[in-house]
């Protein structure tokens, strides 16, 4: 489950209504990167986020932690402590949002996480299971999506103009967008190619290069007909 999570500063808030419990916020890196982990004491133990990058300016993205013992709460270990003191609930757990007051060394700060719905298992793992095939880095599967999303854009284009100049008013550019999208590339590229003949036998394609005409002018013409017996 992913959040994305928002800090802001409190200039009217000095002090908390009451205390639900105790928070750390450590930074740590480990064999994905640099990352914060931001822990909350609730009913016992630790819940709270991992969250990518080293700050939690410009609305990071996070992930759930799992429970973690409370002696992480005084207990750095490999991590360093970036902030540590106490929080409230503004609302309850549960619901798509959460927000917190955190008061610790710099004054109390509001955090609030928005649920971001993740990626239904099946496609997730259809998603892996192609980037294995291929053998690409799961870092390089967003530009290969914008990529995939700008071809199947630009040939869905060139379809409806050529559509729209051969058969004109007939060509119902909506219901064909509506046929493409379900469509795989390779299919609209199918569909593209047979407008394609259609546009070529109607406007034949002129050859690459004429020859160049020769202007009416004897010192240019006998010039051009020297190098030509030479």
Not at 44 to 52: A, C, D, K, S, T
């Amino acid at each position: 489950m992913y959040w994305r999570l928002t800090l802001e500063e409190t200039p009217n808030v000095d002090s908390l209504d009451h205390v639900d419990g105790r928070f750390i916020l450590h930074k740590h890196h480990d064999q994905d990167g640099p990352h914060l982990d931001l822990r909350i004491e609730m009913d016992g133990y630790l819940m709270g986020w991992r969250i990518e990058g080293p700050s939690l300016e410009g609305r990071p993205w996070a992930t759930e932690k799992a429970p973690h013992a409370l002696r992480w709460l005084d207990c750095d270990a490999d991590a360093e402590c970036v902030d540590a003191g106490l929080y409230m609930l503004q609302n309850r757990p549960g619901g798509g949002t959460r927000t917190l007051l955190l008061k610790g060394a710099h004054g109390v700060k509001q955090l609030t996480a928005e649920r971001v719905p993740g990626l239904p298992a099946p496609v997730a793992r259809d998603l892996v299971n192609t980037l294995r095939e291929h053998n690409v880095e799961p870092a390089a599967a967003s530009q290969l999506v914008r990529d995939g999303l700008a071809a199947r854009r630009r040939a869905v284009e060139r379809l409806c103009g050529l559509g729209r100049e051969l058969d004109g008013a007939a060509f119902d550019a909506s219901n064909w967008r509506t046929l493409l999208s379900g469509l795989s590339l390779d299919e609209i590229h199918a569909q593209l190619r047979a407008y394609e003949v259609r546009f070529d036998q109607k406007y034949p394609p002129s050859p690459v290069s004429r020859p160049e005409r020769l202007q009416e002018e004897p010192e240019r013409t006998g010039a051009a007909l020297s190098i030509v017996r030479e």
